[in-house]
């Protein structure tokens, strides 16, 4: 039986037009790509922040998130978080009163998302995975700090594209222990123990409460290199 064969009728009368469809969208995303590239590319050195957008105002994590993004900013990074609000809007707060540009990466989404008003470069997203890729590209460090599902994912991300060798290695610093305890004890006592990951893998995040050790802990990092991507490294983010 051939390849045509085995498609239900129904579903192969259908076909061509959403084949159709789905190749033109094709070039949308290719433009999503481009833009954001383009205008995005200079932003060096940069700091991707990551939390909750639930968070109100008044809550500590707000004013730690503002903090640390203010002591990035003085300090000659730029601060990139996703442009919306509760920590999104903290970060970019505290960044936009200090000396670097502040990002906002926005995207579409029917609830919740609406861009804050402290960003000196916003850039707006229709997909995910696009937006995901200038978070990874753009950034020498990550800062997460407490969140949800979309924290938890762009967490991850990052320490999968990190220990695949698929991203050059930057610091992952998780903000407020109390927050992640339980989770990292979840990776050493089930992942590692029933050899899903190597203990190893642990040391690609760290777990750092003080703002101003958010920031000495990323130059650390850099203190015997430049910011910029080595050439092998730069060839590496090319084939993210």
């Known amino acids: 039986m051939s390849e045509k064969e085995k498609i239900p009728a129904k579903v192969a009368a259908a ?92 995207i579409q989404l029917p609830l919740e998302q609406k861009s804050n008003a ?11 995975f696009a937006r995901k890729f200038m978070f990874v590209k753009c950034a020498s460090a990550y800062v997460v700090m407490p969140g949800g599902f979309g924290t938890l994912d762009e967490l991850l991300e990052a320490m999968t594209l990190v220990q695949t060798k698929k991203s050059r290695q930057i610091p992952i610093i998780l903000v407020h222990g109390p927050f992640w305890r339980g989770l990292l004890d979840w990776f050493s006592t089930r992942l590692v123990e029933e050899k899903m990951i190597d203990r190893a893998d642990l ?29 092998e490294e730069h060839e590496i983010m090319l084939n993210l």
Not at 118 to 128: E, G, L, M
Not at 226 to 231: A, M, R, S
């Open 15 to 106: 076909m061509p037009h959403y084949n159709g469809r789905e190749s033109w969208r094709v070039f949308g995303i290719m433009a999503e790509f481009v833009e954001a590239t383009e205008r995005l590319n200079a932003i060096r050195p940069a700091v991707s922040i990551f939390g909750s957008a639930r968070i109100a105002p008044d809550h500590p994590y707000y004013a730690l998130a503002e903090r640390i993004a203010r002591l990035l900013s003085d300090a000659g990074f730029a601060v990139i978080s996703g442009g919306g609000p509760g920590i999104m809007e903290a970060a970019n707060k505290g960044a936009f009163q200090g000396k670097s540009p502040s990002v906002g990466l926005n």
């Open 118 to 128: 402290y960003q000196d470069i916003s850039q707006t997203f229709q997909h995910f």
């Open 203 to 231: 040391d690609l995040v760290q777990v750092i409460d003080e703002p101003e050790a958010v920031v000495e802990a990323i130059f650390k990092h850099y203190e015997t290199r430049g910011f910029t991507p080595l050439p």
